[in-house]
């Protein structure tokens, strides 16, 4: 069975950084496009970032471009989520999801996600 389990948040001071790992199983990691998503109270689930099965081709959110950085290692079936600069408007739920294919979309549509992991917690506090 497929699954994806987060791990790495916590809380930081406004401006400090968080690197969040997404362990995945049961599938054949590398033939699938990844995304992480958050979910802050009270709003709508948004995409951060996306991988391509390589790893060579990211796209990011606006809010986040150049302050986090998404990555891979196939060998070791597991997706990251560097996060630098943090604001307190990062505070959310970060999930792990994986795409229904190879292709990624440039976009987050989250209809394009059909497995999620269970999340973990990022506050940042100012």
């Known amino acids: 069975q497929v699954r994806l389990v987060e791990s790495g948040g916590g809380s930081v001071q406004a401006g400090g950084s968080l690197r969040l790992s997404c362990a995945a199983s049961?599938?054949?990691?590398?033939?699938?496009?990844m995304g992480w998503f958050r979910q802050a109270p009270g709003k709508e689930r948004e995409g951060v970032a996306i991988i391509s099965t390589s790893g060579v081709w990211q796209y990011y959110a606006n809010s986040v471009e150049g302050r986090f950085t998404i990555s891979r290692d196939n060998a070791e079936n597991s997706l990251y989520l560097q996060m630098t600069s943090l604001k307190p408007e990062d505070s959310a739920i970060y999930y792990c999801?994986?795409?229904?294919?190879?292709?990624?979309?440039?976009?987050?549509?989250?209809?394009?996600?059909?497995?999620w992991g269970q999340g973990t917690q990022v506050t940042v506090s100012s």
């Open positions: 049961g599938y054949i990691y590398r033939n699938y496009c």
């Open positions: 999801a994986r795409g229904k294919g190879a292709l990624c979309s440039r976009g987050f549509a989250t209809a394009d996600f059909n497995y």
